[in-house]
């Protein structure tokens, strides 16, 4: 299957600074990434949906303005969490689809923010 | 708005045979997906249905209804390493929308 890696895995950060989390799809072009948040022992929220070269879309409820999402390239999509609070911390998780490889959403490993 | 539901949580036995459902109301359909999670990591694919009927590979079966809105995991033969959580998701046009999961805890 496709591979899709997230950069950085864990990350811990004062309250009011700006953290950036990198997706990068390594063997294939996703024309589409997706941004998730997952909260302890719930599941999966779709926050927004980016494509390359393109404003990103919002979900109901997500600010824009907060989670800054650019979608450069074809293999490459950052979320930037803006003047972080503590509830802020969670797991992010994105997704790339494309490719020619359907429909199916490939999934990163996750970056586990924590903002004390 | 997205109205995915699955049971909170199951318990079964190792070697039994479980059926995790998954019912849903959305303003589109495009397809479901299952998906398994460990704690702490992200979602493998499991299985993917579109039609109605029944999807089966090696262990694990799904099953779709798009009349009913309703959809069903299935696993044989459970063995330990399939407690996990299993998340529905429905392909809305490629926006992909999660169910809260269902925590399956397989006892020896």
């Known amino acids: 299957g496709a591979v899709v890696s997230q950069h950085p895995s864990r990350v811990i950060c004062k309250s009011g600074t700006s953290v950036k989390i990198e997706c990068r799809s390594l063997?294939?072009?996703?024309?589409?990434m997706f941004w998730y948040r997952q909260f302890p022992k719930q599941s999966l929220m779709l926050m927004a949906t980016?494509?390359?070269?393109?404003?990103?879309?919002?979900e109901q409820g997500v600010e824009k303005d907060k989670f800054l999402i650019n979608h450069a390239s074809l293999t490459l999509s950052t979320l930037t969490v803006t003047s972080a609070h503590p509830e802020d911390s969670s797991f992010y998780i994105c997704?790339?689809?494309?490719?020619?490889?359907?429909?199916?959403?490939?999934f990163g490993p996750g970056t586990r923010l924590t903002v004390l | 708005g997205q109205n995915i539901d699955q049971p909170t949580e199951m318990t079964a036995t190792e070697g039994a045979i479980v059926q995790i459902n998954c019912t849903y109301q959305?303003?589109?359909?495009?397809?479901l997906f299952w998906y398994q999670q460990h704690a702490g990591e992200a979602p493998t694919f499991l299985s993917y249905?579109?039609?109605?009927g029944l999807e089966e590979k090696g262990r694990f079966s799904s099953f779709l209804s798009r009349s009913k809105g309703y959809s069903y995991l299935l696993l044989k033969e459970l063995q330990m390493k399939d407690s996990a959580s299993y998340l529905c998701?429905?392909?809305?046009?490629?926006?992909?929308?999660f169910g809260s999961g269902t925590k399956l805890n397989v006892k020896p």
């Open positions: 249905n579109v039609l109605d």
């Open positions: 997704s790339a689809a494309g490719g020619g490889l359907g429909n199916e959403q490939f």
């Open positions: 063997d294939f072009q996703a024309t589409t």
């Open positions: 980016s494509n390359e070269g393109s404003k990103a879309t919002y």
């Open positions: 959305t303003s589109g359909f495009n397809g």
């Open positions: 998701a429905v392909d809305n046009f490629n926006k992909f929308y």
